[in-house]
């Protein structure tokens, strides 16, 4: 199975993908967390997103392209779970390009639904070890009492007006995908609000009773 999980910055892509790796087994791609530790390491590549992720803007799509065909061809193209990709028109049609060639196209895009205002609740109280890129929520999902405190923190662009900013970008640049997929029938809206236990089960719901017709 090939899934792409959708929504605005904090609906909770992150935290349902590590759900679907553990109950599943699809690998989880995250661009985003491929993204930080290749600026926590110092690559090249890592050093060239880090100007656009300190300012709150979408990484050029070229330098998530190359991290996210590696870990696709990785997967063998197969059993794989996309948190957060793609991002815009561009990478869209890039990865419908590049799944077809390969003849493994998606199954279906899950658009997670969450309001602005819980959105700016939960990423405020969002924090991120920096060791592992692993995310925590001080309320629903605290940190291990045996990691380090020093690495758990809070990204600036987890603080309100970062998020904001987040949120204006996101519909200016990522929403129109809404329409993309929808005119391929791809698009699953999926109620993004309540435990996470809830929100994975509606989500395995609207996969198993979609994908199979597909």
């Known amino acids: 199975m090939r899934i792409a999980l959708f929504g605005a910055p904090g609906v909770g892509k992150g935290s349902q993908a590590a759900l679907l790796n553990k109950n599943q087994g699809l690998a989880h791609i995250s661009t985003g967390v491929m993204l930080r530790t290749a600026i ?5 590549v890592g050093l060239e997103a880090r100007q656009y992720m300190e300012a709150s803007q979408l990484v050029p799509g070229v330098i998530v392209r190359v991290l996210a065909e590696k870990a696709i061809t990785d997967q063998n193209f197969d059993q794989f779970v996309l948190d957060g990709y793609p991002r815009t028109i561009e990478q ?8 077809t060639e390969k003849h493994a196209r998606l199954h279906c895009v899950v658009n997670l639904i969450v309001s602005d205002e819980l959105i700016v609740r939960r990423l405020s109280q969002r924090r991120v070890n920096i060791d592992t890129g692993e995310n925590y929520h001080l309320k629903f999902k605290p940190p291990p009492e045996n990691v380090d405190p020093k690495l758990i ?11 904001q900013k987040r949120l204006d970008v996101y519909r200016e640049e990522t929403h ?28 395995i719901e609207a996969v198993y009773s979609f994908a199979p017709s597909q």
């Not at 926590?40 to 090249?44: E, I």
């Open 40 to 44: 926590r390491k110092g690559t090249p």
């Open 92 to 99: 869209a049609l890039w990865l419908t390009e590049f799944l």
């Open 153 to 163: 923190i809070q990204r600036d662009d987890d603080k309100p007006e970062a998020i």
């Open 176 to 203: 129109p995908l809404v329409d993309f997929y929808q005119k391929r029938n791809l698009m699953i809206e999926v109620d993004g609000q309540g435990s996470f236990e809830d929100i994975h089960a509606r989500i």
